[in-house]
C-alpha cells in the first residue's frame, strides 16, 4: 500500500487533470465545426483517468458509486 501523502498527491494530479480534460471537451464541443475524433479522445482519457482515481480512491479505503 502507497503511503498516504503519496496518494493525496496522485488524487488531487488525477482530480485537476480530468478538470484539464473537461476544459478541453467544452472547447473543442463549442467550436463551430466541432472536432469529433478530438473529442472522442478526450472522452477516453476522462475514462481511464476517472478509472484511475476510483483505483486511488479504493486504495485509501474510500468507496464510490457513480451513476451511469
Do not use: W
Not at 482530480?15 to 471537451?25: K, M, Q, T, V
Not at 476510483?54 to 479505503?61: G, K, N, R, T, W
Request: charged share 20%; glycine share 2%; net charge negative.
Amino acid at each position: 500500500m502507497k503511503a498516504y501523502e503519496s496518494l493525496q498527491d496522485e488524487i488531487q494530479y488525477t482530480l485537476e487533470s480530468i478538470g484539464r480534460i473537461n476544459a478541453a471537451l467544452v472547447r473543442h464541443e463549442a467550436q463551430e465545426i466541432p472536432d469529433t475524433l478530438a473529442i472522442v479522445q478526450y472522452q477516453e482519457l476522462k475514462t481511464n483517468l476517472t478509472k484511475q482515481l476510483l483505483a486511488l480512491l479504493a486504495e485509501m479505503d474510500v468507496n464510490v458509486a457513480l451513476a451511469a
